[in-house]
């Protein structure tokens, strides 16, 4: 039967690197895979990125969004297909936005039951984000007095947020103690499934920053009745030098978890969405600048990410990959006329107005 791998993390966390480093090991150890992109969105920005960096190594296809039915519908004929074509193995990026438990049971369903088994699930976290949040929300609690504890967090970040503080975005956006109760379950589901928790961004971390985000973890698994304690050994951390061969065996292997939890729809009742931005002209200026700008503007929403292509003059294009933590602009040979900003309540006009200008609908090119 074809394994499906599922690779899983909050946005931004860095899915997209991993898949890609994942596969390209798996094409060295001459398995035939194919990658299934399921992006919290419309357009798949994420899977231009793959195809530009695989070419014709693997087979790749998209889940564009819909309805939740539709949307299953579309996912369970990419899986069949793939089935069919007795594929090694399947790699499956959801959104950082997702219902893990949907498409698990989606697998048990005929005829998937009969073609398709689970393989690995992987939980990407950027370890490094995690530790400059917690770092901040520690400074704003010993500025007001309430102590230094990550479980007083939520209170001591949205003061920190208002104070506009950041250590490379610009400030005031998702802390770890301001992470929403919604954020927070849906990082907490997508663990308590992983056979492995990948850290990424973690090569400067020390050893106490890393005990202090896999505390952090639990105590987000400990909210939801998740009785799932994160050690040593479901942990592995990439550092400076990549991941080892005895990595990727530990990787290749993982397989995954099934600890229970209590159970919210959250992907229905909260606040999750993302907007889109069409055919999208920059002001004149340092472009990183703008992005950490919109970043630090409460009124926009609190933002996750903000990704896409902006048409350059010459007939190439700027690609924008952005988080809180970090922003990446360079320039890219392939791209579509769409920036996508995701996270929680957001202000679409308000995030528009950074633009010079912009369209609701896309244009095809003439």
Known sequence: MTKVDLVTGFLGAGKTTYILDYARELIRRGERIGIIENDYGAINVDLMLLHRELSEQCRMEMVIGGDPDCHRRRLKTKLIAMGIDRYDRVIVEPSGVFDVDEFLDLLYEEPLDRMLSLGNVVTVVDADAIQRQLRTADSGADASGRGT????????????????????????TETAGSLSPDARYILAEELTKAGCVVYSKAEQLTEEDVHHVTEYLNECLSEIGCRRVLSESDILRKTEGGLSEADWDRLVKAGSRDYSYVKRQVLEEGDFRSVFFFHVKLPEGDIAELLRRIFSDGDCGKLSRIKGFVPDEDGEWTEINATPEKVEVRRSPVGQPVVIAIGEGLDQERIGSYWEDYENEYRPEE
């Open 149 to 172: 504890g990550a479980a007083d967090g939520a209170d001591v970040a949205d003061s920190g947020a208002e104070a506009g503080s950041s250590a490379e975005a610009g400030g005031g």
